[in-house]
């Protein structure tokens, strides 16, 4: 996926043109950091988090005049976030059994999340705990994020759609 294609996954009014501090989990090589870097205003900040150092070593200091700071670790153990404006978590809820756990938890540091997930995905090795939205409506709720709205959805190269949605306590 190209960062353009990302960020018009989650361009939404909630990040677009705000000055503001997200944390992105699971962030991987960073293109949607990237992309969310390109969406919020000069001046934010993003916590990227990822167990892979690797992967997250791709990633630059900064972006569009937003800083990006690089943390390895495991974002279902216990891992202490700072109280942010929003997480954005793309193309990783899936890899945890527990989702309301970990939801919970973010409810903790923020009130909204942007989540891209996959629908019409059965669980598989790339995607073992599948959450399409209806299923992250449930979750979330669960979790204290009343409002679950999809923003924009695509056809994924690996079957099924990919949506991505802002979850609001
Ligand atoms: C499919 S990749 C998605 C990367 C990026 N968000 C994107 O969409 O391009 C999933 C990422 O989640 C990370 N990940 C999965 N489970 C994790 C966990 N429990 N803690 C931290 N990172 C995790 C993996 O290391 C991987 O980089």
Excluded: K
């Excluded at 929003?86 to 970990?102: K, P, S, Y």
């Excluded at 009130?111 to 959450?131: D, F, H, L, N, T």
């Excluded at 204290?144 to 695509?154: D, E, K, L, N, Q």
């Amino acid at each position: 996926m190209t960062i353009d294609e990302a960020a018009s996954l989650i361009r939404c009014p909630a990040i677009e043109g705000v000055v503001a501090t997200w944390c992105e989990l699971g962030a991987g090589a960073g293109t949607f950091t990237v992309a969310l870097a390109g969406l919020l205003a000069p001046g934010s900040h993003i916590l990227a988090v990822d167990r892979d150092a690797a992967a997250l070593a791709s990633l630059p200091a900064t972006h569009h005049g937003v800083s990006i700071e690089r943390r390895a670790a495991d974002f279902s153990a216990e891992v202490t976030l700072p109280v942010v404006d929003g997480v954005l978590m793309a193309n990783a809820l899936h890899f945890v059994r527990d989702h309301v756990a970990v939801l919970r938890r973010l409810r903790q540091v923020t009130a909204q999340m942007i989540v891209v997930e996959y629908s019409g995905r059965r669980p598989g090795p790339w995607v073992p705990y599948p959450v399409d939205l209806a299923r992250l409506r449930d979750d979330a709720r669960q979790a204290g994020f009343g409002t679950v709205t999809g923003i924009a959805s695509r056809r994924s190269a690996f079957g099924g759609r990919m949506y991505s949605a802002l979850a609001v306590a």
